[in-house]
């Protein structure tokens, strides 16, 4: 009998590339540094959590310059450097981007919502609230860069579970509870259906790396491929979930309404930008074989997402409380499915990362203005606390710039000139489902595009009216003030410039 050697253990320890996963780490680690400094914090000096959180998510941020232009894996088997479980490539580096300029622009609205609510005798946990949106940040930094599922799936309900507490952040409000329930409660059984899905595909592939189960996929027994195919449609539930796609968009309005505005503006982009990443690695990187079962479901849902989220906007009575949230709620389940509509054509494509690209691109023009109109809207609530789209009426003549930069925002949205990048980005995504051979689904796009123009116009028309009464005076602050000053100056630039976009999410996406 042949003697197996048993395998040394220097063979078993892993050196970590800590430069790669520094912008994750550096995040989780600030995050700690808060909730232990809240112990030793007085209520006093409590803001100062906020100014730490503020420069922990900026030093995250910078940890991504020295990774740009070279592509870093690290937890990676033994046996095969190509099976990773984290991979620093363009595409990570985009949505890594995305994640932490958007929380950074969250914290910066967040510092005023803190300070009035400690004002108006309704106090948040500051040091909990920054702790949970840095582990959220955290969360959502990791999950681009996972390459094999559990990786996924923790990254998944690291960036989910956090915010699930800052929903019901706001403990005396009802409606705050109901929304963290409601959004719990969903979640918890979307990922219960995905944590299914893995298991069927680690059963038919034995294995959880996202490369490794591309090649298995390929040669499935024929007894196991009705399982593998229900394995991969079901993988994708928990994704399409925190990309609020129909028909799984129904926790969207209450949960925006009922969370503090910072932390809906939060979800809208940085979850997203969570569900689409996880969507985009399952699909095209870990599930490229059975692009004949995906492709035609995520179009499916693409048409469907973007009818009732615009058709659901386009129903928003003015005068009625929170209408302003809500418009812009619905108006993120319309922007979903346009975003679906590159990942779908990636399945019909002979260049998928040209369609993914097209995604991303979309998806940066869409974190600008879409966080620029949630800022305005929380300078708005500062004095009108009500949101309703009536209380924005005449906002030009008490605060013109701030009127002028929503209205900018919501041309962008509707992809109007001056808003030029917003033209740009549905233009790239138009072409991505023609290139494809989705006509049916560029037709749809262009209908709902029609669609959303009348409530963004109205909204914007409105702003340009004269005040009922006397104009309302509008308190800003520093933070606030520099939080829409820098989404307009992006898309303003961006307006100016599209091809800098393009350049940003060129081919070359995944190592």
């Known amino acids: 009998m042949t003697a197996v050697a048993a395998p040394s253990v220097a063979s078993l320890v892993q050196s970590v590339d800590w430069a790669a996963i520094a912008p994750p780490t550096i995040a989780a680690v600030v995050a700690l540094v808060v909730l232990v400094a809240d112990l030793f914090v007085d209520e006093r000096r409590k803001p100062v959590l906020g100014w730490i959180s503020v420069a922990g998510l900026a030093a995250a941020g910078l940890a991504l310059l020295p990774l740009i232009g070279d592509e870093r894996s690290t937890f990676c088997l033994a046996s095969s450097q190509e099976a990773c479980s984290y991979t620093a490539d363009r595409f990570t ?20 919502t803190l300070k009035d609510a400690k004002n108006a005798h309704t106090p948040l946990p500051e040091g909990e609230f920054w702790f949970l949106l840095l582990s959220s940040a955290a969360g959502a930094a990791l999950l681009p860069a996972s390459r094999d599922l559990a990786t996924l799936v923790v990254a998944l309900e690291v960036a989910s579970l956090p915010a699930f507490a800052l929903v019901g952040l706001k403990r005396d ?11 719990f409660l969903s979640s918890v059984t979307a990922t219960a259906v995905t944590l299914l899905g893995v298991s069927f595909v680690y059963a038919t592939t034995g ?7 591309a090649s298995e996929l390929t040669q499935v027994n024929g007894q196991f491929q009705t399982l593998a195919q229900a394995g991969v449609a079901l993988t994708l539930v928990g ?5 609020a796609a129909a028909p799984f968009h129904f926790w969207v309005p209450d949960t925006y309404v009922g969370a503090p505005l910072p932390i809906a503006a939060y979800l809208s982009v940085i979850g997203k930008a969570v569900g689409f990443s996880g969507l985009i690695l399952v699909t095209v990187v870990a599930f490229p074989s059975y692009a004949d079962v995906w492709g035609p479901a995520l179009a499916a849902l693409a048409a469907l997402t973007m009818t009732l989220g615009n058709v659901a906007a386009l129903r928003q009575q003015a005068t009625r409380a929170y209408s302003a949230v809500r418009l812009l709620a619905w108006s993120s389940v319309g922007q979903a499915g346009y975003l679906l509509v590159p990942i779908a054509a990636a399945a019909y ?34 004095t009108k606390p009500l949101n309703r789209l009536s209380d924005y009426r005449g906002l030009y003549a008490s605060r013109p710039l701030a009127a002028l930069v929503l ?35 560029a037709v749809v796009m262009a209908v709902n595009v029609v669609i959303a123009l009348f409530y963004y116009l109205q909204w914007t028309a409105a702003l340009f009216r004269a005040p009922e009464g006397e104009p309302a005076a509008y308190r800003a602050s520093l933070p606030l003030t520099a939080a829409i000053a820098v989404t307009a100056a992006a898309g303003v630039v961006l307006s100016g410039a599209p091809q800098l976009i393009l350049r940003f999410v060129g081919s070359g996406l995944f190592s």
């Open 207 to 213: 294995s959880l790396h996202l490369t490794k189960i």
């Open 349 to 382: 494509s002979d260049d998928p990362q040209k369609s993914i690209g097209s995604t991303l691109a979309y998806a940066l023009m869409y974190a600008a203005v879409n966080l620029g109109a949630f800022a305005v809207a929380a300078l708005v609530a500062r």
């Open 407 to 441: 209205g900018f925002f919501l041309l962008c949205l509707a992809g109007l000139p001056p808003g030029v990048i917003g033209l740009f980005a549905k233009v790239t995504v138009f072409s991505a489902a023609v290139e494809a051979g989705l006509g049916w689904l």
């Open 173 to 183: 409000d009802r409606r705050s509870s109901d929304a963290a329930l409601k959004f």
């Open 239 to 243: 994704f399409a979930f925190k990309t």
């Open 93 to 112: 580096l985009v949505i890594q981007f995305l994640v932490l300029a958007g929380a950074l622009l969250t914290a910066l609205l967040s510092i005023s």
